[in-house]
């Protein structure tokens, strides 16, 4: 059988979280995010930073669009903005069922933070976003963080 296509969509939100409680929603989050992404073959990144999430997600057009239904209905965010919804060749973030990043904790690659904040206020195209994504992660994934 031919494997079916792939899809990756981006998109910024704007959290509706009351900041001291960011961490523990997001640990939630993160916790349904690894296993059901995990069961739907849905790899990618979510991002946090001061008052904003951008989320990477990658699979089939299907799993894509259900999760992304889901997360739409979410209250935990608002003024979804999809920047990127197109189908490529592989995934970036294959090892990840969703991979996440405190923008505001990381201090290590003040160039890599700025690309992600301009990122982050759309002034990049969705391709160099995952550039700059993955290249954190990856750096993260050295340090066995
Ligand atoms: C910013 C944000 C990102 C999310 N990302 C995912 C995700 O990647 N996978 C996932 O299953 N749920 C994710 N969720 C949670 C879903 O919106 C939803 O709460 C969860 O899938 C449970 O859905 P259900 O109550 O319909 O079972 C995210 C929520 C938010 C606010």
């Not at 890599?112 to 993260?140: C, P």
């Amino acid at each position: 059988m031919p494997t079916p296509p792939l899809y990756r969509l981006i998109y910024i939100s704007r959290s509706t979280i009351d900041p001291p409680c960011l961490a523990g929603e997001v640990d939630r989050i993160l916790g349904t995010s690894r296993v059901s992404n995990h069961l739907a073959a849905i790899s990618g990144i979510l991002l946090a930073s001061r008052g904003h999430f951008c989320q990477v997600i990658e699979g089939t057009l299907t799993h894509v669009e259900r999760l992304f239904e889901t997360i739409q209905r979410d209250p935990r965010h608002r003024d979804i903005a999809v920047m990127e919804f197109v189908p490529v060749p592989k995934r970036v973030f294959d090892h990840w069922e969703m991979a996440f990043l405190d923008i505001d904790c990381l201090t290590s690659d003040r160039e890599s933070l700025g690309r992600l904040a301009a990122a982050a206020s759309l002034s990049l195209s969705g391709r160099s976003m995952v550039d700059a994504f993955a290249r954190l992660t990856h750096q993260r994934a050295a340090f066995g963080d």
